[in-house]
């Protein structure tokens, strides 16, 4: 139901209107009727209806309702904020911290549809809505954590909490919405306030105007093929780019689009090196061809407003100030993880360059010199010399149909979740391609909460792969069930014809879906404590990727897409054996993103070239030329068109010693993979608490220790430190 909110102020002045109503007013006030009957019935204000505890009204989506919705939704969650930091009464954990969990609902339904546009749909005609909205979001935000009676409740809570404790779960809200506020800037000066909010103003332009230009040449670099041009491509993909092609007004042509599942695809297989080299700069040039979508004066901008920024608060720099509440607490801590695995991956890294240029002199027809762009194709030649691993081979094992399968039994033998398809047209979708499961428990068949999947690329979609909630578990007000999501860009196949993806597409599949898994596990009371620590939260979905290499998901899921035969043990046998191949290229590509993250946030960005500080930096890290940043600087979106990822893209880095180091607790069970005490410790510790406990404990309490980076060099196949080394 949807609350109305009347104050004094705007009750006067209605009166005043009324009593000295010229032409214009008497128009003005016909105009208020009328925006206000529409946010009255606008849908995407709107309590969400229908089965399964109410989901979003997806049909209904129309952009025209969007800003006066979100203009709406905000008006309200500050009207709510001011009878919050007002209340007479002295402040206490239930008529401050629970109001405040329980204000702002209208606004989460509204920000939902808002991420599908982003996301997922995304138009020029939405991008000039975000371009408009952006900074007045900020604003909003602003009003909140700027709001001095506010935080001086939440501080009083804090304080007597400090004092006398609160149940657990009620101190660890206490004490992530205090810090919030605090890292937000809540006890600054009036004067520094005011330029914190101009800041973040500024900040929110930037981040969407260097997404949009990411998107911007995503769409408008296709590389069109002939028939001629398609030497060494596989079927699958052929067939696919046709489609891709025709798609875009040009039938008989064959599409290599600019996004990573595309690219990707062409680089290992073509034949054609010229082309590889084209495909691959319109790739690594995203938004850096010096024209008007080039994203290195918003680097620049975003650097220095976000050093200023923290200064503001006392902190020499942007690293040192959002680290504080991370795993790593600092930055050298995660610098010191990053450089102890850098020198093992470079050098891996000029062992399999080294092997790839002597299979090129062998068997290129003209002299060659491995660049960036030869570097898949001449490391799937020589996995299939080395391994006799061939990754098309691989890939006809590998139908999204048969992933999802085993994705459902995966979360059954671990989570006792079973996975229904809702009836067709049941719950609203907002594109056709997106499909709605039911979650229940396999025991009680009490039902859990629902989980959509949007597996394939478009224009409009970003790139990437990606999980997102439109509803958090919580027991507040009631227990609320969870409405979850993950989203793909594989390449749409041709009518009729399966989706094959690699070996890499598929185990990040099962990676996307441990986030899911984590949304659905949830079993906390309050909204907050459903939030995340970065270098953490990546751990759980890292950890699912295992599965997908299990006995028991190879012989039952892995099935050739037209004999239906499992996958033979001695194709199963050299995939295990190539576990280790590449992984030079694998870490130091990523790790290359994650030091310029810290290097980009721990320099003063007065006077910086982003072009040329990324190349120097890299040369004195002493990064192999064969090989580019997994994100460059000017596309790397997870940095840049917000602050999730900044300085903490180590996160995933971290993150993956938790999950080599948690792998070997369910290698070393009596059970394995399946090991059913395990397996409730894991769900028990680190996936239901969400944010409830501090995660080195949650940790802790699983493992009986804190994590070993020795278990993550054994996995990549790097020399293991001494015995001294722990994380």
């Not at 709510?80 to 206490?92: G, K, M, R």
């Not at 911007?216 to 067939?239: H, I, M, N, R, W």
């Amino acid at each position: 139901m949807q609350k109305k909110i009347i104050t004094a102020g705007s009750l006067m002045a209605v009166l005043a209107l009324t009593n000295c109503a010229t032409v214009e007013d008497k128009s003005q006030q016909a105009q208020a009727t009328v925006e206000q009957a529409q946010a009255e019935t606008n849908p995407l204000l709107k309590e969400w209806t229908g089965p399964y505890g109410g989901v979003p009204a997806f049909d209904k989506m129309n952009l025209a309702d969007l800003k006066p919705a979100m203009e709406k939704a905000m008006a309200m969650n500050l009207a709510e904020i001011e009878v919050i930091a007002n209340n007479p009464e002295p402040a206490t954990f239930e008529n401050t911290i629970e109001e405040m969990e329980r204000a702002g609902e209208e606004l989460g339904r509204v920000f939902t549809y808002y991420g599908i546009w982003s996301s997922n749909v995304s138009t020029p005609e939405f991008r000039e809505v975000q371009a408009e909205m952006a900074p007045k979001i900020s604003e909003f935000n602003s009003k909140i954590s700027q709001n001095e009676k506010l935080f001086q409740r939440i501080k009083t809570v804090y304080e007597n909490s400090q004092k006398n404790p609160l149940p657990a779960d009620q101190q660890r809200v206490v004490q992530l919405v205090y810090e919030g506020f605090a890292m937000e800037g809540a006890d600054l000066s009036p004067e520094k306030k005011e330029r914190y909010a101009e800041i973040n103003k500024e900040l929110s332009s930037l981040y969407t105007e260097f997404s949009n230009n990411i998107l911007a040449d995503e769409e408008k670099y296709v590389v069109y093929l002939t028939k001629e041009q398609l030497g060494g491509l596989p079927e699958s993909f052929v067939k696919a780019a046709a489609k891709a092609a025709a798609d875009r007004g040009q039938e008989g042509k064959y599409a290599v689009t600019n996004t990573r599942s595309s690219m990707d695809q062409f680089l290992t297989y073509s034949n054609e090196r010229a082309l590889r080299e084209k495909v691959w700069k319109n790739y690594y040039s995203r938004a850096d061809n010096n024209d008007e979508h080039d994203n290195k004066q918003n680097i620049v901008d975003i650097l220095k407003l976000r050093r200023e920024r923290v200064q503001l608060m006392g902190y020499d720099n942007y690293a040192q100030w959002r680290l504080q509440n991370r795993m790593a607490k600092t930055p050298e801590a995660a610098m010191d993880l990053m450089m102890a695995v850098w020198p093992a991956a470079i050098a891996r890294a000029k062992e399999e360059v080294a092997d790839m240029q002597q299979l090129a002199n062998k068997t290129s027809k003209t002299k060659i010199t491995i660049e960036p762009w030869d570097y898949r194709y001449y490391a799937e030649k020589v996995r299939q010399a080395k391994y006799d691993l061939n990754s098309d081979e691989v890939k006809q094992y590998l139908e999204l149909g048969n992933l999802t399968d085993a994705i459902f039994f995966t979360a059954g033998e671990l989570f006792n979740f079973k996975f229904t398809p809702v009836p067709e047209g049941s719950v609203p979708v907002f594109h056709e391609d997106v499909k709605v499961w039911e979650v229940t428990d396999k025991t009680t068949g009490a039902h859990i909460g629902l989980w959509y999947l949007d597996p394939f690329a478009r224009q409009g979609k970003r790139s990437g792969a990606w999980a997102t909630t439109y509803r958090a578990h919580t027991t507040f007000d009631g227990k609320k069930n969870v409405l979850s999501s993950n989203n793909s860009n594989f390449v749409k196949p041709a009518p009729g014809e399966p989706v094959l993806v690699s070996w890499d597409d598929a185990e990040t599949f099962f990676h996307e879906f441990g986030h899911a898994l984590h949304f659905l596990a949830s079993n906390v009371k309050y909204p907050t404590l459903n939030s995340g620590v970065r270098d953490y939260t990546e751990f759980q979905s890292q950890l699912l990727e295992r599965w997908l290499s299990t006995d028991k998901v190879i012989n039952n899921y892995l099935k050739h897409y037209k004999t239906g035969e499992p996958m033979p043990q001695e194709l199963v046998a050299k995939i295990k054996k190539a576990a280790t191949f590449n992984q030079g290229f694998a870490t130091t590509e990523f790790l290359a993103s994650a030091l310029m993250d810290m290097h980009f946030h721990l320099v003063d960005p007065s006077g910086l070239d982003p072009a040329k500080f990324e190349k120097e930096t890299l040369a004195k890290l002493g990064m192999p030329k064969e090989i580019v940043m997994r994100h460059r600087s000017p596309h790397f979106g997870h940095v840049f068109s917000g602050e999730g990822y900044a300085t903490g893209y180590y996160g995933y880095l971290w993150a993956d010693v938790l999950t080599s180091d948690a792998a070997e607790a369910f290698a070393e069970a009596p059970g394995g993979f399946y090991d059913a005490e395990v397996a409730a410790k894991l769900v028990k510790y680190l996936f239901a608490p969400r944010n409830s406990m501090d995660p080195a404990d949650a940790y802790r309490h699983f493992r009986g220790r804190d994590a070993k980076i020795d278990a993550l060099m054994r996995d990549r196949g790097f020399p293991v430190p001494g015995p001294q080394s722990k994380k």
